[in-house]
Nanobody, 119 residues
């Protein structure tokens, strides 16, 4: 069973930067897509960014130009570099990894890491 462990969250002032990391461990056969979602206070979980195993990236409009997603396939790790942070970026950030199965995929989630941006 795959486990995902996130790190790098915290409190930062508006305009600052943070880098989130998410490492997959355990029994891993192969990982397709990886990415980040977030859940602001009182709102639903929303897509932030995803990256395929080949490196193709997709971003939510609200973070384009400010956030960069990357991954290290050898380490089964995905990163999210966040810059020019805004108070509206405050949320719990969750990473995911889509494990390739014999048939189909299984999505695994991290436990979440809090990011708080003060104005």
């Amino acid at each position: 069973q795959m486990q995902l462990v996130e790190s790098g969250g915290g409190l930062v002032q508006a305009g600052g930067s943070l880098r989130l990391s998410c490492a997959a461990s355990g029994r891993i056969f192969s990982i397709n897509g990886m990415g980040w979602y977030r859940q602001p206070p009182g709102k639903q979980r929303e897509l932030v960014a995803t990256i395929t195993s080949g490196g193709s990236r997709n971003y939510a409009d609200s973070v384009k130009g400010r956030f960069t997603i990357s991954r290290d396939n050898a380490k089964n790790t995905v990163y999210l570099q966040m810059s020019s942070l805004k108070p509206e970026d405050t949320a719990v950030y969750y990473c995911h990894a889509d494990e390739r199965l014999r048939i189909g995929e299984a999505r695994h989630w991290g436990q979440g890491t809090q990011v708080t941006v003060s104005s």
